[in-house]
């Protein structure tokens, strides 16, 4: 392992590919490693699975299998996952459901880089999260 070291390693997950991108990019540059890239909540199970990140930030609205069907099944897996939502949903029972299936944090879209890298640093394991 040579290089500097990153400050966590997270699983992105969102059926758009260009916030997906928008991401990547925010998180590479605070010194995050994205591990890997998922579209829908099976992805994010799947790739949760193969792995095993620090954090995932998760988007509710996919196809298939939503962020938070996604959530409750990684809480199965592991009693506190260390998942930030990143929505546009910004409606109470929706975050509130999100917060309780385990969320650490709930961030709105569009996306705020120093919200996302604040929510992120806060979930990371050691941070209090």
């Not at 988007?59 to 990143?86: F, K, N, Q, T, Y």
Request: aromatic share 4%; proline share 7%.
């Amino acid at each position: 392992m040579g290089g500097t070291a990153s400050r966590g390693r997270v699983l992105v997950v969102d059926d758009a590919p260009f916030l997906r991108r928008q991401l990547r990019d925010i998180l590479e540059g605070a010194g995050y490693e994205v591990v890997a890239e998922g579209e829908d909540g099976a992805a994010a199970v799947a790739l949760y699975d193969a792995h095993q990140p620090d954090v995932v930030t998760l988007d509710l609205v996919m196809p298939g299998r939503s962020g938070l069907e996604a959530l409750g099944e990684l809480r199965a897996r592991r009693p506190r996952p260390r998942v930030v939502v990143c929505s546009s949903l910004g409606d109470e029972p929706t975050i509130l459901a999100a917060l309780r299936l385990g969320a650490r944090d709930y961030v709105l879209k569009p996306l705020s880089p120093n919200r996302l890298l604040a929510a992120v640093a806060k979930a990371m394991p050691g941070d209090g999260g």
